[in-house]
């Protein structure tokens, strides 16, 4: 998956929401753990990836820092705000039962 | 928002940042492919195929924090402003004629708010009224007091209803005897009105019974000027007319009531002197309060039906006595709401021209933009963009013209203000609110929303019209010429127009002030002094002493330097129509009506003194005394009413309402000039100032030198006779007359029309050059071949002339008809003219003939001399 339209729209906040709210994390350090954590099924793109996390910065979900990164160079950390979490929430609620609506479609034999 | 601004503000930074994010993503991508076993190339040119284009990344970034709405917006305004200032001359032309036509619009809608659209200053006051009684010479015309009492006790539409007269006092003050204005009212006038006063109290009702104890009000500038504004002057007294008065209250500062302005000093109406007795005495003028639910015409209805019983009732003194009832602000405005009506018609059109001549001028720039726009275009701006970069520089036109436009108009409305008569402006008390107030700012608003828009959407027009492609394609003058020769040409029109309606508009009224101010009055203005004059009824309280103080008062006036001639008048020429009187013509049939003339009781020196021309029997002489029979002059208007055929020599009248012994008529006097100089001169009775004597009346003086510098010489002459006596008001006849508010009304309006009419004649003039300008510079090619081909300069002239000469037809046939149109619309302000003067109509018409002529003759002659090679090269 590299192009956003190929995401049902909204899906890639709420795996950015759910990433970061486990640590603070570098926009490499969370496309990498999407990626990891599905299973080496969804690859964001940087295309897709910063527009996105520079969004939910804009809205007040997510804040940066810059700090040092695990190779040793600056790199800008995203963390969860309070507002996200929140967010988060709401975001997950609403894609399960979207994903149980789109299931039960789809199961129905 | 807060990192929205910051991306606003901190614009390097959030790019550095945005970099170097970017920038560890790849390389930790590029990291990523080494260990995958790329060689160095490989791994960075995958990575960098993976980012698909720092750039586009970055800018997709920049526009999700909304840093890109902000930058544009800067960029179209820099841009713009660039445009602009690459193009001085259409800027500061833009520019000024926005703020020209803004100016006289805002302006003129200040005045038109303060006077016309702001409520006048009292509880409710569309429910108020005033209330009249009506003759056949004056519509509305005072009530008498009796007739007030009986339509307040009858009538069943009012809240209440009550009486006011102006007045005038002579008040004692340590420096000796003052005149001071005020009115007479009736008790419950102020509660009528609505309005309490700051201090003190209100006259109680029945205070303005003959028996109860004098006691005065005092407006809230008396208060400050005559009493330093303590609160200690409550319960003082003053000296009105030799009367102890209690001052009782003082008006609230905003107070004010036009009627009777200038007033200091308010006393109620007391029921004494003989014309408070006789019904036939009318002095008062009502003014009511309507019940809920009752409209003007109902009450109206009801106040005739009253007059009528009292016609019944009383058929020697209410015969012929009517009612009329109008609102209050039909009394206080209604005078001049034509005339500013018509000055807010004349800025509009000028401010129609200005617009239309800017937005003409914005379709010739779009028109030489063309290519710009395509290139523009061919880099990838958007329509959108192009139209949001019109719009931006629409706006900035405006902004910077409203600006001007409102500033200056602020000048002009303290600059109009101050060109008012002191006298008058003190009776428009309704000008006291001008400014700008959130009315005149909105009208200013909605004027430059309107302008914007045009503004934006004129160059607009030709990027939907043109196909953008040929723009670049070179020298092309394709489709746009097309659209330009369709509208812009068609503006022009519209503009000549216009311009030829303000010219006749102004014309008309030109010539109005004209024969207004070329009157022939009966009488010699020049060099003549006029002098209000009051004594004190107590102090000359027989005809005798009053006889003897008019010949003192003459004898000491004579004897200054520099003075020809001095009479005496009960009230100056060209100063009002009214104290009339009603009479019969002895040895005719008479059924009781009543003929009513305007009385003038005046000196036997009066008409030589003030170059009247008599033609028919001889003036008053000084024997003529309160013992010998009456006798009377008469005007010739009067000699034309009522003895058309009969020589008036001849005949005697008497009065209807009082008894004397008859009066024999001694003369006849060309028609002197004694009310409004618009107004048609009623007939007129003289009679010997010492056969109906006054203590209150005027001195006209006739000066061999210019006569200001004797006016204060006057008043120290008068005062060393008495100084209880009072002179006020000293002023040239001729100021007098020009300063009446009759011909400052004209006036104002013509010198106001006339100056927009000027401009909008400049405007147009330009805006016709711009046309023809423009369509020769687009001809050139055209022209180029012509004279290769042999054609001559006449032909060349006669090419570009006759395309300007079909515009100007057109805009003039156009425009006689408009102002044909408009001037029968405003025939009521006119005097001595018709609205189809054919003179005016036809010097206008060829003034903007001439004007556009020499306007087309400049491009003409560019086009004429233009060289073919040249012309056929430079395409």
């Avoid at chain 2, 303290?414 to 959130?438: C, E, M, V």
């Avoid at chain 2, 002030?513 to 309280?541: K, R, W």
Wanted: hydrophobic share 45%.
């Amino acid at each position: 998956l590299s192009k956003p339209t190929d995401l049902v729209q909204g899906t890639l906040d709420l795996l950015i929401l759910k990433v970061v709210a486990l640590e603070p994390m570098h926009g490499w350090a969370i496309a990498q753990r999407i990626h990891q954590m599905s299973g080496e099924v969804l690859q964001v793109g940087q295309s897709a990836l910063y527009p996105c996390l520079h969004k939910l910065e804009q809205n007040g979900w997510i804040d940066s820092e810059w700090a040092v990164s695990e190779n040793n160079r600056r790199a800008k950390y995203y963390t969860l705000t309070r507002a996200g979490s929140m967010a988060l929430e709401q975001e997950s609620a609403q894609w399960e039962r979207l994903s149980a609506a789109i299931s039960l479609v789809v199961k129905t034999v | 928002m807060r990192l929205r601004l910051r991306s606003a503000f901190l614009r390097s930074r959030v790019e550095a940042e945005l970099d170097e994010e970017l920038k560890y993503h790849l390389d930790r991508q590029i990291e990523a492919n080494l260990a995958a076993g790329m060689s160095e190339s490989e791994a960075r040119y995958a990575a960098l195929r993976a980012a698909g284009g720092l750039e586009q990344r970055k800018e997709e970034c920049r526009d999700m924090r909304g840093m890109n709405l902000v930058d544009n917006l800067v960029q179209d305004i820099r841009f713009g402003i660039r445009q602009l200032r690459k193009n001085p001359g259409f800027t500061a032309t833009s520019i000024l004629t926005l703020s020209l036509g803004m100016c006289a619009c805002v302006a003129i809608f200040a005045f038109v708010d303060a006077t016309l659209i702001s409520p006048l200053p009292y509880r409710d006051s569309n429910r108020l009224v005033g209330v009249y009684e009506t003759v056949e010479m004056f519509p509305l015309s005072n009530l008498s007091y009796l007739d007030y009492l009986d339509w307040k006790k009858s009538n069943t539409v009012f809240k209440s209803l009550d009486a006011y007269q102006r007045s005038g006092f002579i008040l004692n003050t340590p420096d000796g005897a003052q005149p001071a204005r005020g009115a007479e009212v009736s008790a419950g006038f102020f509660r009528t009105l609505g309005v309490a006063p700051v201090l003190g109290r209100d006259f109680h009702s029945g205070e303005d019974q003959p028996a109860s104890p004098r006691t005065v009000i005092l407006s809230y500038s008396a208060w400050q000027k005559r009493f330093g504004g303590r609160p200690e002057a409550m319960g003082q007294t003053v000296t009105l007319d030799g009367e102890a008065t209690t001052i009782v209250g003082v008006l609230p500062r905003e107070f004010h009531f036009s009627p009777v302005e200038p007033s200091e000093f308010f006393i109620p109406i007391h029921a004494i002197g003989s014309c408070k007795q006789r019904r036939s005495c009318h002095n008062l003028y009502g003014v009511a309060r309507l019940k809920d639910g009752v409209t003007v015409q109902s009450a109206l209805l009801e106040m005739k039906g009253i007059a009528k019983q009292l016609e019944q009732q009383y058929p020697d003194s209410n015969r012929g006595q009517g009612a009329a009832v109008v609102t209050l602000s039909e009394v206080i405005v209604g005078e001049v709401r034509p005339i500013l009506l018509l000055l807010l018609s004349g800025a509009g059109l000028l401010l129609l021209i200005a617009v239309v001549n800017i937005a003409s001028l914005l379709l010739v720039r779009s028109e030489s933009r063309a290519r710009e726009m395509a290139v523009r275009t061919a880099l990838g701006a958007g329509t959108v963009r192009l139209m949001r970069q019109f719009v931006t520089e629409g706006l900035l036109l405006v902004i910077a013209g409203g600006t001007l436009g409102v500033v200056w108009a602020t000048w002009s409305m303290q600059l109009l203000l101050k060109l008012i008569p002191t006298d008058l402006l003190a009776g428009l008390t309704f000008l006291h609110g001008l400014g700008l107030n959130y009315r005149v700012v909105g009208f200013a608003c909605l004027i430059l929303v309107l302008a914007g828009a045009l503004f934006s959407i004129t160059p607009m027009l030709r990027l939907s019209a043109a196909n953008l492609q040929a723009g670049l394609a070179e020298g092309s003058r394709g489709s746009a010429g097309m659209l330009w020769r369709r509208l812009g040409t068609k503006l022009v029109v519209a503009e000549l127009a216009v311009a030829m309606v303000l010219l006749v508009g102004a014309g008309l009224l030109g010539r109005s002030m004209y024969s207004l101010l070329h009157l022939d009055l009966g009488f010699q203005p020049d060099h003549l002094i006029g002098v209000e004059v009051a004594a004190s009824g107590n102090t000359y309280s027989n005809d005798e002493l009053a006889i003897a103080l008019h010949r003192r008062i003459i004898s000491q006036i004579e004897s200054l330097p520099g003075v020809q001639a001095v009479g005496i008048t009960a009230s100056l020429p060209v100063s009002g129509n009214g104290n009339t009187m009603w009479f019969r013509v002895l040895g005719r049939p008479w059924n009781g009506e009543h003929n009513e003339a305007p009385q003038r009781e005046v000196s036997a020196s009066y008409f030589t003194t003030i170059g009247a021309r008599l033609l028919k029997g001889r003036y008053f002489t000084e024997t003529e005394g309160p013992a010998k029979p009456r006798v009377g002059i008469i005007n010739a208007a009067f000699a034309r009413r009522y003895f058309p055929s009969e020589d008036p020599l001849t005949q005697r009248l008497t009065y209807i309402s009082r008894t004397v012994s008859p009066i024999q008529i001694v003369g006849v006097v060309d028609d002197i000039k004694e009310g409004p100089l618009d107004v048609a001169t009623p007939p007129v009775l003289y009679v010997p100032s010492t056969q109906d004597v006054n203590t209150y009346f005027s001195l006209v003086v006739r000066s061999t030198q210019s006569g200001q510098s004797l006016i204060p010489l006057m008043a120290s002459a008068i005062r060393k006779i008495d100084s209880g006596i009072v002179a006020r008001n000293g002023e040239l006849m001729v100021d007098r007359i020009n300063d009446s508010p009759s011909a400052y009304l004209h006036r104002s309006s013509a010198w106001l029309v006339g100056g927009f009419a000027a401009l909008a004649l400049v405007l147009s003039v330009v805006g016709l050059y711009g046309v023809i300008a423009y369509s020769v510079s687009q001809r050139t090619r055209e022209i180029g071949v012509r004279m290769a081909l042999g054609a001559q300069p006449t032909a060349v002239y006669k090419l570009i002339l006759a395309d300007a000469g079909w515009l100007t037809a057109g805009g003039i046939v156009i425009g006689l008809a408009c102002s044909v149109g408009a001037a029968v619309l405003m025939r009521g302000l006119l005097f001595g003219v018709r609205p189809w003067d054919l003179p005016t109509l036809a010097a206008v018409a060829v003034l903007l003939g001439l004007c556009a002529l020499l306007a087309s003759y400049l491009p003409a002659r560019r086009a004429a001399s233009v060289n073919p090679v040249d012309a056929l090269r430079s395409e």
